[in-house]
């Protein structure tokens, strides 16, 4: 009868593994009428100066609105959408939109308004169409291209073959700037940087744990975290630490000479509304 519990064991394992690779399916296959529907919305997350606390920039960060599963982070679904080659149609309207809320906060704060920061999956990076997509974007909706910045992963642009290093080149000379996401994470060629359009460098938030607080620092990460950001100024770029929960943090990062702060110490992610409030607040300072 071992055999049986035996058997058994496996049934229950297939049940499961199977129970889970439908549902991934059904959310593959729901994404195109979803993206029609526009089930999808956009949250932004402010990235703070950590010198004088004012917005810089803003994250653009991507939610669905599933009818029956309800609401569901990215993490649930970019890296399916990246699969099935539904987050080329998908990055272009987050990037649309993104592009549009923008434009509305530079009419209406002028020179205070900030950047639009917008993440690239690998794939959109690869696509053919990336600069006329951005162009087209641009121009409909008037934003300034200085006000746009794009987030690559060290992945997806260490090692990229000429034809999408280009296409970044041609962005950059447009005014866009890019910023390459959760550094320090990934495989990176720290020589190879000086030669890619980067303008930033976002500090992957994991390396803040070991900021956590004055008092239990932790010295190698410590070390890593400033010698990136020397790294980073060598070559001429802006610093962006992610993941900022503590006041302790923040300061640790501001006395390493990093610019800029991203985390739920100064904002978590939220509707457009939340951060009109904050650039309003700003303006009456
Ligand atoms: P990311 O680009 O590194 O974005 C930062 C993530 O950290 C966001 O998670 C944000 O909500 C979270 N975060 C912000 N502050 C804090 C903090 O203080 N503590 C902690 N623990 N987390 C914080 P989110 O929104 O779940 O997004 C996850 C990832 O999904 C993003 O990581 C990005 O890689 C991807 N993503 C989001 N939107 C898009 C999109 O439109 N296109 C693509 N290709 N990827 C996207
Ligand atoms: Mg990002
Ligand atoms: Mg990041
Ligand atoms: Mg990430």
Not at 52 to 74: D, F, I, K, M, Q
Not at 77 to 102: D, H, N, Y
């Amino acid at each position: 009868w071992a055999k049986a519990e035996g058997k058994n064991q496996w049934a229950l394992f297939d049940t499961e593994r199977n129970a889970s690779e439908v549902a991934q399916f059904r959310l593959s296959a729901a994404m195109p009428a979803a993206l029609e529907r526009e089930e999808f919305y956009v949250d932004y997350q402010p990235l703070v100066e950590l010198g004088e606390y004012t917005v810089s920039g803003v994250e653009a960060l991507v939610r669905w609105w599933h009818p029956e599963l309800g609401r569901l982070g990215p993490d649930r679904f970019i890296g399916l959408a990246e699969e099935t080659g539904m987050i080329v149609p998908l990055g272009r309207w987050v990037l649309s939109k993104a592009c549009e809320q923008a434009k509305a906060w530079q009419d209406e704060f002028g020179r205070a308004a900030p950047f639009m920061s917008v993440n690239l999956a690998v794939r959109q990076s690869r696509d053919p169409n990336l600069v006329s997509d951005v162009t087209e974007i641009l121009d409909r909706t008037g934003l300034d291209p200085g006000k746009l910045q794009l987030e690559l992963t060290e992945s997806a642009i260490m090692g990229t073959a000429d034809e999408p290093l280009e296409a970044l080149r041609t962005l950059s000379r447009m005014g866009v700037r890019i910023a390459i996401d959760d550094f320090g994470t990934g495989y990176s060629n720290l020589a190879y940087l000086r030669h890619l359009p980067v303008h930033e460098l976002k500090i992957a938030g994991s390396f803040m744990e070991g900021l956590a607080d004055s008092e239990c620092i932790d010295p190698v990460d410590a070390r890593i975290v400033s010698t990136l950001v020397d790294l980073a100024h060598t070559l001429g770029l802006t610093v962006t630490a992610e993941g900022v929960e503590t006041h302790a943090q923040a300061k640790r990062m501001s006395e390493i000479g990093c610019e800029t702060g991203q985390g739920w110490l100064f904002a978590k992610p939220g509707p457009p509304d939340a951060v009109r409030e904050l650039l309003t607040a700003e303006q009456h300072r």
